[in-house]
């Protein structure tokens, strides 16, 4: 047993997602939650900037006794390099393999649909992932740039005119591709799950990153006998959090009755692990 | 004669709007730019982190030669309190004044529209700006919260579906008022002033905040006999800087030529005038 606490980290509040199924899967997890809301989005930046604050974020997680971190983050996941999560010193599991495999698993037609920030795929990243799995997959991949602010803006109605007109321009190539599988690549996407289902139809399956990679999560604890905790939940934000709790609602589905405390990423000296002396990746 | 040069600051690259009329009305003003594209949007963040931001973006202007800054951005200048600004070793413009009298001056009807970011209009500056010019204006005001993302993403051009329709949602407030002015309280609008035009019609006056607080800043200049310079145009981004030509001829309306360098706002020191020993504001 070991009761150090599960850290998750996100651009901005998506990752909260994942934080919804690890506590519905193992309430009695501790969990550190960061949301880097200061300086989201990540996904319409370039690659040296995500990695930069991806570092700043990492560090930040590890200045608590932790024993796993998790990238609840479509856009971390696929730009950081691998040196730097093999240099941590707890488990890493970011959302590619997790949700990649729950797709392969799930298509009958072995026809897949990625949809994620521009930055995810620009990286390739679940294409390569899938391809490792099983060759003969087809995969379509499209960038969505326009949803995490959507998301963030709260046009999340199923009937929102805007988002609807947005995700059809987005799901046109997918399902053009004959897909019956989607990856829903960022962690904002699945708050507006609705929207994409009523464009795709029943048929199609819509794969959640956020909670494939709880679940991924909690079996590799599971595994190495590191569950249990006091079920205490603690939450990170940049900026200031004021409206967190309203927008912590959208996304973990229930009110939290608490705020989130602020991080201080400004004058944060990167983990010695990277092996940067404060400097720049 | 004053040949150093003009400071501009924004949020992203919006700001650009104003070097290009500063540029066009003086083109042998020496300017240096600077766009906070890792950290833009600004104005759908609490206050205290737009101010945090804003004094780095001063302290790194305040590196080079200057006679004056310009704050390029509605949000910042809607939210820098005045107390920073007067510290100032050089003057400032924000775009608040010039773009109010310029919005009174164009009404004929007393009516005035003002659009802005979230954090613009929750500030109330135009509408106290234009109150102070005249207090029998009536003025509606209204926030765009996905105004900056469309433009930032290339959802630009006049029949872009996406954009009327978000553009119809936040103008209908202003047209049920009757407004024949409406001023374009963020640097990034004007990129798609035809898409509102053709909503609003013909007859209402659309005033750029960008062009109007550069003629101003040129003005003042002109006025102490500071004007002066070699047309030297220097342009820093706090991001690599990728895809900088492409977005600056978006903003500036002509191919630059030349890339934009990386400005580090990682380890910058706040400027000694705003009294602060490099900690938070």
Redesign the interface.
Known sequence: MDTRAIGVFDSGLGGLTAVKQLHRLAPQENVVFFGD???VPYG???A??IV?YALEDLSFLLTFDIKLIIAACGTVSSTLPRRYTEALPVPFVDVIGPTARAAAAATANGKIGVLGTPATIRSGSFVRELESIDSRLAVTAQAC??FV??V??G?TARDC??TR??AR?YLEPLMQAGVDTIILGCTHYPIIKGVIADIVGEKVTLIDSGRETARYALELLNKSDSCGGEGKLDFYT???G??FENSAELFLGYSLGAGARKA?L?RIDLHPCFGLA?G?P
Do not use: H, I, K
């Open positions: 809301t200061a300086r319409t930046r370039p040296q900037t930069r740039p326009l602010p959507l963030e803006n046009y005119e805007v007109l947005v321009e940049s900026d200031q004021d409206g201080d400004q404060g720049n």
